[in-house]
């Protein structure tokens, strides 16, 4: 029987690295969410996400095809339920990425799941790493820096809260709460 793990924290708390890293294992698989929210230049339709318009969104909603969904900063996102579906019936761990409003809908439906909520070491970190991503407007920062605010309200929900300062130990940490070591 596989294993669900929400990763969440805000956003440049490092999710989407320390997925592609878990990921190693040949016994971790990543969940590909679908969103509104065009394609940022790294990403690919399908493997980062599943790319789609807000009218497709809004009629896999009402199909009942997502196991949770949330809007965020302006763009919606969910977790198809097939996929989900198919990992749990196998032996693995089902790294949902996603933020707090979709974990909070996993964690009720699915109380089983391990959540892992993602840390930056400090404000001016988390800032820094959304500078640096360079993918953002100064008017999406702000409203990232804002909702990481609200975010952060909820980690104490989490099973687990990890601090993402050195990348190394932050996996080596994670690998030790799944038992992967």
Not at 65 to 78: K, P, R, V
Not at 117 to 127: A, H
Request: proline share 4%; glycine share 4%; net charge positive.
């Amino acid at each position: 029987m596989g294993k669900i793990v929400i990763i969440s924290g805000p956003s440049g708390s490092g999710k989407t690295t320390v997925c592609k890293l878990l990921e190693n294992d040949a016994r971790v698989k990543k969940s590909v969410s679908v969103t509104t929210r065009p394609p940022r230049q790294n990403e690919n339709n399908g493997e980062s996400y599943h790319f789609v318009s807000t009218a497709e969104f809004k009629d896999m909603i009402q199909k009942g095809e997502l196991a949770e969904y949330a809007e965020y900063c302006g763009h919606f996102y969910g977790t198809p339920v097939k996929a989900l579906q198919e990992a749990i019936s196998k032996e693995i761990f089902y790294l949902l990425e996603i933020e707090v409003q979709g974990a909070l809908q996993i964690m009720e439906k699915f109380p089983e799941a391990i959540s892992i909520f993602l840390l930056p070491p400090d404000k001016k970190t988390l800032s820094q790493r959304l500078v640096k991503r360079n993918t953002n407007k100064k008017q999406d920062m702000a409203v990232r820096l804002k909702t990481a605010d609200k975010e952060l309200e909820y980690k104490d929900r989490y099973d687990h809260c990890v601090v993402n300062d050195d990348l190394e130990e932050t996996i080596n940490i994670i690998r030790k709460i799944l038992k992967l070591v």
